[in-house]
C-alpha cells in the first residue's frame, strides 16, 4: 500500500550524506589525498595529518568548496531543499584563522545566491561553527568560498540541518523509490534492512518522526 509522505520543519534532519555531490576550485598538489570529499565523509578529526581536512591550492585566489543538493542522481535529494543551519568543524592541528572571513553561501538551482553569511574564526578557536539562516527555501548547493584570499580553504566536515524538498504522493521522482520502500519498510519493522542506499535517509526521517505516515 503507498503511503502518503509529507514533511514538516519540525527538528531539523542533517541534510547531507557522504556520497553527495561535491566539488572545490583547486586541489593542492602537495596534498592530494585532501579531495573535496573530505568535506563530508563523516569524519571531523581535524588533524590534517588524519587526511580528513580537503585543502584547496595555495595558489588559488578564490578557493571555494561546494556540495550539490538538489542532484537528480541518488545521491542527492533531486530537488532543493530548505536550509536552516550550517555546521563545520574546522582544522585543528593549526592554520584555524585561514577560515575566518570565509563566506557560506546558499544558492537556489538557478544559481543565484539567496542568503549568505561571514564566519569568524578567532585565533585559537578550535570549536565547529554554526551558521543560523532562519528557513531559507529552494537552496540547491552550499558554497563556501574565500574572497581575494592569500591563503587556501579547508576544514574537516560540513553538516547541513533542515528539510528535504515536499513529494507529490501521485507522482514522486524516481529515485525517491527506494527512500519510500526504506520508510515503509522500516516503519513497518525497525529491524527490517531497507535498501541499503537509502538506509541513513530513511532510518534518520523515521527517527526525527519529520514525516507523516499513514497504513
Known amino acids: 500500500m503507498f503511503l502518503p509522505i509529507y514533511f514538516a520543519l519540525g527538528p531539523a534532519m542533517q541534510l547531507l550524506e557522504s556520497n553527495f555531490p561535491v566539488s572545490m576550485s583547486s586541489l593542492s598538489p602537495l596534498h592530494p589525498f585532501a579531495t573535496a570529499e573530505k568535506g563530508i565523509?563523516?569524519?571531523?578529526?581535524?588533524?590534517?595529518?588524519?587526511?580528513?581536512?580537503?585543502?584547496?591550492?595555495?595558489?588559488?585566489?578564490?578557493?571555494?568548496?561546494?556540495?550539490?543538493?538538489?542532484?537528480?542522481?541518488?545521491?542527492?535529494?533531486?530537488k532543493p531543499v530548505v536550509v536552516k543551519s550550517v555546521k563545520i568543524w574546522n582544522r585543528t592541528d593549526c592554520c584555524t584563522t585561514r577560515l575566518d572571513g570565509a563566506r557560506v553561501e546558499l544558492i537556489n538551482s538557478g544559481g543565484v545566491v539567496v542568503a549568505s553569511e561571514i564566519l569568524s574564526v578567532p585565533n585559537g578557536d578550535l570549536a565547529p561553527k554554526t551558521v543560523d539562516f532562519g528557513?531559507?527555501?529552494?537552496?540547491?548547493?552550499?558554497?563556501?568560498?574565500?574572497?581575494?584570499?592569500?591563503?587556501?580553504?579547508?576544514?574537516?566536515?560540513?553538516?547541513?540541518?533542515?528539510a528535504p524538498p515536499s513529494l507529490d504522493p501521485?507522482?514522486?521522482?524516481?529515485?525517491?523509490?527506494?527512500?519510500?520502500?526504506?520508510?515503509?519498510?522500516?516503519?513497518?519493522?525497525?529491524?527490517?534492512?531497507?535498501?541499503i542506499g537509502y538506509l541513513p535517509r530513511a532510518r534518520r526521517l523515521v527517527q526525527l518522526g519529520s514525516f507523516g505516515l499513514t497504513k
Open 41 to 78: 565523509d563523516g569524519n571531523k578529526d581535524g588533524n590534517f595529518a588524519s587526511k580528513s581536512c580537503f585543502h584547496t591550492d595555495p595558489s588559488d585566489t578564490n578557493p571555494w568548496w561546494q556540495v550539490e543538493l538538489d542532484d537528480s542522481s541518488p545521491n542527492g535529494w533531486g
Open 170 to 195: 501521485s507522482n514522486p521522482p524516481a529515485k525517491w523509490t527506494a527512500i519510500l520502500c526504506s520508510i515503509y519498510e522500516t516503519h513497518l519493522n525497525p529491524t527490517a534492512s531497507p535498501t
Open 135 to 162: 528557513e531559507v527555501n529552494g537552496v540547491a548547493r552550499i558554497r563556501v568560498i574565500l574572497d581575494d584570499s592569500t591563503v587556501p580553504l579547508h576544514f574537516a566536515e560540513m553538516e547541513a540541518y533542515g
